[in-house]
């Protein structure tokens, strides 16, 4: 087994023993001497610095945390505590902890540093989920000498750090840090000293230490209310798409004096919040006082072409020329259509539902990804093992990876935070809550991402891994599940439409498929771990089904084993033997469909191009009856392609037709729609 599992597992078991060992621990009883800690860490720093050229990802809060979350209640409502007080594994409600930063923090999993509080005992104190770039100095985010305070603080047996406690932070809104700024207070109105730091900001920025230039520009703004530091810490904000502090830099700036940087930081920061009609307001304004400025046209035709978009008129061409491989993230803005209500629907939550009658063919919601990752985003396997073994689950790299980059734009961007709220998020939280967007609640938003997170199935990169990707997206989100979906999703990058697969009448709901038209067994167990059982019309006549299933699903198995060596007669003899299992059920017989596949296939390969072509058209057939849309217009691509190839231009024609119907937006769709041959 690879050495970095074992050394997971090794680590795994040690934490489970100590957990099991300290359940019943009461006060803590800590050597409470600095050079123990010191000595401590300078070990773990050692072990850290030898690992320095493997990039490793913070993890996030591990289930063993069951902390609720507080930061709905304010500082007020909690009475302080100090370390002696406190008990290990145990959440200490109504208290709040505060105390100083007592060594340069460093990263390992989360920023590790001391805490020393007012009775001068220290405690190891970790902060998870505060910054999501790995190359920010980790001194930058937690100073040395600041005071931090923590609310209901929970001091837990440290995964790393072989029977260490640590003071940890999952939601960093549980925290509050004080930096301190070096400046007496005395000081005032020096302009050497606003110069010199706004000099040392500029020179940061030039080096691309934005974090480094937002301290130094905040140093300098102690000593002035200056227009250029406001605009400037705003750029450096907004370089580290900070975009809620990026626009109230602006916005003083342009307060203090209307100038053009301003407005144009402004306009950027509400673009970027995706707040399209404000942000044109403000380059209006920059053009106001100044009409050559180029970039600030730029920006308002983009503004006018989202806003175009949120009333549903998309440039399909621009979608598909402006995704793909090179383009994971694509601009572009919301729209929902009128015709549809998200209401309440008995036992599946809140659903959505036509409110009038709704031709096929109707875009109903254009939604890009609120946040999204890919596979070949992520930067280390290692972290990935330790990231699954702590929270004891099996998830991807992008899933966990999609978490960390939801919790950093929920920082900065409230428009944003208050969608991700709303989101379900299982039957513990109170979804009418209404949430302060500022406030970070790792599990909440944890478990929203576990019940709302799809990949962007986009039809170019289908098939290929490092393209596998988690994303959350607002408005298809509302969207229930059925196997027998009356809706199509159809994915550029992370933007995504929803329009009706068939005519839909008045007061019925629109759902989309979670999942492939797999076996009965298998889409159960997925809809298991979203939390429902299907009852759409397939599941119900595939349960009363379930001797013949069972069968079904024996010679299906049989079939994949000898596919590639069988030649087409054998495996039209087993296509036979999955007919038989169907003899009873006159429709839905959507599990013909893989070995009819294999079949047409084979027969392609023998050369036999007709028969071949019949086995798609059955395809197409069944798929198209199963509500299968993907398989449908693949399939009908493929048979499109095939007469091409053999020039019965006529028939060619007909099937890219009937491909072309179930995406009749755009003329060039077909482009988008490369499909190869080997998909079955
Ligand atoms: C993406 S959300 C869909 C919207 C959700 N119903 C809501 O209230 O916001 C997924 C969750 O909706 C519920 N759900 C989706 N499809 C369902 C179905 N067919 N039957 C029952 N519940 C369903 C499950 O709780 C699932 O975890």
């Known amino acids: 087994m690879d050495q970095v599992l074992e050394n997971a597992v090794e680590l795994f078991k040690k934490i489970e023993e100590n957990e099991k060992k300290n359940q019943s621990i009461k006060p803590f009883l800590r050597p409470g001497s600095k050079s123990f800690f010191e000595h401590d860490f300078r070990i773990r720093m050692f072990n850290n610095n030898s690992n320095k050229n493997k990039k490793t990802i913070e993890l996030k809060q591990t289930y063993t945390c069951i902390k609720k979350h507080t930061s709905y209640k304010k500082w007020e409502d909690f009475k302080k505590i100090t370390l002696k007080e406190m008990y290990v594994n145990k959440v200490h409600e109504g208290r709040y902890l505060e105390g100083k930063v007592a060594y340069e923090p460093f990263f390992i999993t989360a920023i590790q540093s001391l805490i020393q509080d007012e009775n001068g005992d220290l405690e190891v104190f970790s902060v998870y989920n505060l910054n999501r770039n790995y190359d920010e100095d980790p001194k930058l985010l937690l100073p040395l000498g600041a005071t931090v305070r923590i609310k209901e603080p929970f001091l837990k047996m440290a995964a790393s750090g072989n029977g260490m406690f640590s003071v940890r932070v999952d939601s960093p809104s549980d925290l509050e840090i004080v930096i301190l700024t070096e400046i ?79 407005y144009f930081r402004l306009g950027l920061s509400l673009y970027n919040m995706r707040q399209f009609e404000k942000s044109l307001e403000q380059f209006e304004k920059c053009l106001e006082l100044n009409s050559k400025n180029k970039e600030a046209k730029q920006e308002i035709k983009k503004c006018h072409e989202r806003i175009q978009e949120t009333k549903g008129i998309y440039d399909f061409s621009y979608l598909i020329r402006n995704s793909g491989k090179d383009n994971l993230r694509i601009d572009v803005a919301d729209y929902v259509s009128d015709k549809i209500e998200i209401i309440d629907i008995p036992k599946k939550g809140k659903g959505v539902i036509a409110k009038v009658d709704i031709p096929k063919n109707t875009l ?113 989100s509302y969207f229930n599940h059925s196997c027998l979906e009356n809706c199509m999703r159809i994915y550029f990058s992370d933007f995504v439409i929803i329009y009706t697969g068939r005519d839909i009448k008045q007061g019925e709901e629109l759902t989309v498929s979670y999942f492939p038209l797999e076996s009965i067994e ?159």
């Open 184 to 262: 007496p207070k005395s000081i005032q109105d020096n302009s050497i000293l606003y110069e010199k730091f706004n000099k040392d900001g500029n020179e940061f920025f030039s080096q691309k230490k934005f974090l480094q230039a937002i301290r130094s520009y905040t140093k300098a703004l102690t000593f002035k209310d200056c227009v250029k530091s406001y605009s400037n810490r705003a750029l450096a904000y907004l370089k580290l798409e900070c975009f809620q502090s990026a626009f109230l830099d602006a916005e003083k700036s342009v307060h203090l004096e209307p100038n053009e940087k301003g």
């Open 364 to 476: 109903l919601v254009g939604s890009k990804a609120l946040s999204i990752s890919y596979d070949c985003e992520f930067l280390s396997r290692y972290a990935l093992i330790a990231y699954n073994l702590l929270n004891r689950t099996v998830d991807k790299n992008s899933q966990c990876l999609n978490l960390l980059n939801l919790i950093y734009k929920m920082r900065n961007d409230p428009f944003l935070s208050e969608q991700v709220y709303k989101l379900y998020g299982g039957n513990n939280f109170d979804r009418d809550q209404k949430i302060n967007p500022s406030i970070i609640d790792t599990e909440r938003i944890e478990n929203i991402q576990t019940f709302n997170a799809f990949k962007a199935e986009d039809f170019r990169f289908i098939h290929e891994k490092n393209f596998d990707s988690s994303g959350v997206w607002y408005y298809p």
């Open 522 to 680: 298998e889409r159960e167990k997925i809809s298991k771990q979203f939390g429902f059982k299907c009852t759409c019309e397939i599941c119900e006549m595939d349960r009363k089904d379930s001797v013949f299933n069972k069968k079904r699903q024996e010679i299906l198995k049989d079939i994949d084993k000898v596919k590639d060596n069988f030649d087409s007669k054998k495996i039209a003899s087993l296509v036979e033997k999955v007919r038989n299992t169907y003899k009873q059920r006159h429709k839905y017989k959507y599990d013909l469909i893989k070995p009819i596949g294999y079949l047409g296939n084979k027969l392609l390969q023998e050369g036999k191009v007709d028969e071949g072509l019949k086995c798609y058209i059955e395809i197409f057939d069944l798929a198209k009856e199963s509500g299968y849309h993907y398989i449908a217009i693949r399939t009908a691509i493929i048979i499109a392609d095939s007469y091409q190839a053999t020039f019965r231009l006529n028939e060619a024609k007909i099937w890219r037709k009937k491909a072309h119907d179930y995406f009749p937006f755009d003329p060039n769709f077909k482009d988008y729609l490369k499909v190869s041959q080997s998909f079955f």
